[in-house]
């Protein structure tokens, strides 16, 4: 990499990181655009927090470059350091000390002297809902609490780049949605977002650009929509008024938009998976015509509706095994998948 | 699910974006805090520690009066003829023989610790990187200074008289203090070398023990065969005993002082950098 490209946070170019005979990360490349999430999916084990820890300066990689806002992570650690901010896997803050302890502290770190420390860390606690915890060790704060510490904590000074790495892994699903409304505030204040994942549903909800990686290497990347278009336009689903009709229905799906059609357990319901050959049309035209069809047909349809490709068909699309095959096959540190390569 | 896990989660407030988006736009960034001022704040997580968990003062308070009691009383009669006049001798030897020993929980703390998520953050923070270390030995120099005044205590109420007064007493304990904070760069290596805080502690152990009774806290070494003799003397506990004891007593030991000065440096200077170095690559 010679120059730093303008408007991107992260740049990295054939990244590596061994550990002994594994390699962790195997030649990733990224270019994180400013003031976005991105979004680094994958299962356990494919690098994701290795990845991280080289571009919050905690690691050094083994080859390969990396540049944060321009700044090289290793010859320039420490202008690296002065822009970004962490939240780890693992709770980032100090356990033995309480919410206001640990706040003030890293804020007196970040160069605010005490007046200004504890102000801002009331402040934080205040919108982070955290006021009546201050005064209580981390380590009784429930995994809800720890997260949203965790997040104050890294914008104490509102970073210009933050790492979270799987933020909501072990929440429950409310504290989930309360996590992702804190990185829509933070992303909407100008802060770029690297967000790492094993939940398809976090990269679809919060990401805007998403590099699947498996196995230390970045298997595809894109926009949520080229990430999808890339197994279909999506599928379209109906509910006929008499399960007689379906045999009939299922006929018509297949002519029409030449669709791989599912029949459902329930006995008046079918799907039909669009693929992006069969037409220029997108998946609304695909399914205007063949409602119009199987009208014609005398088909009465009751209820239908149009799904996007979930982010889950597009990693088995990708690698040919779904994330738990590659979760166990990581373990065993397996022989590479056939369908896969 | 415990009762106490669902009332935190009823209890938690929700999220005020409006708020936290006022906090967000707040962009200007104070200048970095100085490797001073830095190390200090480490220096107040430790004394927070110390707030949250007061078992943790148990081996700097009980541990050296058991020590003080023990050899006052063990050896007292048979090498000075009585325990009121052993310990005329033996109090400031035990003193840096205890602290010496009380320095390698530093290790265990900074094993412990460097597991932990937190020293991520720590080391992704723009500030002078060997603060952290500091913070930590800084905050056991508090505890040395208790450990101190503890033993002090005992060995006044069993009969010690320093004749150097009060300003020997601290001249001492002050010497006691920087030679600890430097001697525990060792310890802060081990911590961050080896895996499990059991290995740090081991290896402690096998370093500390020889070290603090292959001295002259207990016995003049001049009874001592040649080649221990040898050892002994140029021991960097025996000439911190040395110097402590002649402190104390009134006196200038400046051959001591100096020598012990030198060896405290020798430590910062091959175990600091040695430290870093492993910290900067964990």
């Known amino acids: ?341 | 699910m415990s009762t106490a896990t669902t009332t935190e989660t009823r209890e938690l407030a929700p999220v005020s974006a409006e708020s936290l988006a006022a906090l967000l736009v707040a962009k200007e960034r104070p200048p970095r805090p100085s490797a001073w001022s830095a190390s200090l704040t480490f220096g107040w997580r430790a004394v927070l520690k110390i707030k949250h968990v007061p078992e943790q003062l148990f081996d700097v308070t009980a541990f050296p009066i058991m020590m003080v009691l023990m050899y006052t009383y063990l050896f007292g009669g048979a090498l000075a003829g009585s325990p009121k006049e052993y310990i005329q001798f033996l109090l400031p030897g035990i003193l840096v023989m205890s602290v010496v020993m009380i320095t390698m929980y530093t290790g265990v703390s900074v094993n412990t610790d460097i597991e932990k998520g937190v020293f991520d953050r720590f080391r992704s923070l723009p500030i002078w990187r060997p603060s952290t270390m500091v913070g930590y030995l800084l905050g056991d120099a508090l505890r040395y200074a208790i450990a101190s005044v503890v033993m002090l205590t005992v060995g006044i109420v069993l009969g010690y008289r320093p004749d150097g007064g009060p300003v020997g007493v601290i001249a001492g304990i002050a010497l006691l203090i920087v030679f600890s904070f430097a001697f525990s760069w060792i310890w802060t290596m081990f911590g961050l070398m080896l895996r499990t805080e059991k290995s740090v502690m081991g290896v402690s152990m096998m370093v500390i023990f020889p070290l603090t009774f292959l001295s002259n806290v207990f016995v003049d070494p001049r009874t001592m065969p040649g080649w221990l003799q040898a050892f002994v003397n140029n021991s960097p506990v025996t000439h911190l005993a040395s110097a402590v004891r002649g402190l104390m007593a009134g006196d200038w030991p400046a051959d001591e002082i100096a020598w012990t000065l030198g060896w405290a440096a020798l430590f910062l200077l091959v175990f600091g950098p040695i430290t870093m170095r492993l910290y900067n690559r964990k």
Request: proline content about 3%.
């Open chain 1, 1 to 341: 990499m010679s120059q730093h490209t303008a408007g991107l946070a992260i740049e990295t170019v054939g990244l590596v990181k061994t550990f002994g005979e594994t390699r962790a990360v195997d030649g990733v490349d990224l270019a994180v655009p400013t003031g976005t999430v991105y979004g680094v999916l994958g299962p356990n084990g494919a690098g994701k927090t290795t990845t991280v820890k080289m571009l919050a300066t905690l690691l050094r990689p083994d080859g390969g470059e990396a540049r944060v806002f321009g700044h090289d992570v290793v010859r320039e650690a420490d202008d690296v350091r002065g822009r970004v901010s962490l939240t780890g896997q693992y709770a980032s803050v100090d356990e033995d000390l309480t919410g206001t302890e640990n706040l003030v502290l890293l804020g007196r770190l970040l160069g605010h002297d005490k007046k200004a420390a504890r102000e801002r860390a009331a402040q934080l606690l205040e919108a982070f809902g955290l006021t009546e915890a201050a005064g209580r060790q981390i380590k009784n704060y429930s995994g809800g609490m720890r997260r949203r510490i965790d997040i104050a904590a890294s914008i104490l000074n509102t970073p210009d780049l933050l790492f979270l790495d799987e933020p909501t892994t072990g929440l429950d699903p409310r504290s989930r949605n309360q996590v992702w409304d804190i990185v829509r505030a933070v992303v909407a204040q100008g802060t770029t977002v690297l967000l790492t994942t094993q939940y398809l549903d976090e990269a679809d909800q919060l990401a805007s650009r998403i590099a699947v990686i498996d196995r230390g290497k970045v298997i595809a990347e894109g926009t949520k929509g080229e990430l999808k278009a890339s197994v279909g336009a999506g599928s379209v689903h109906l509910r006929l008024r008499d399960a007689e009709q379906r045999p009939e229905a299922a006929e018509v799906l297949r002519q029409t938009l030449g669709a791989r059609v599912q029949l459902e357990p329930d006995p008046v319901a079918l799907t039909a998976r669009l693929g992006t050959s069969a037409s220029d049309d997108t998946a609304a035209g695909q399914a205007a015509r063949a409602l119009g069809e199987l009208a014609r047909s005398g088909i009465t349809v009751d209820n239908f509706s149009l799904g996007q490709p979930s982010l889950d068909e597009v990693f088995l699309a990708l690698t040919g095994h779904d994330t738990q095959a590659s979760q166990a096959a990581t373990a065993t540190t397996a022989s590479k998948d056939e369908v896969a390569a």
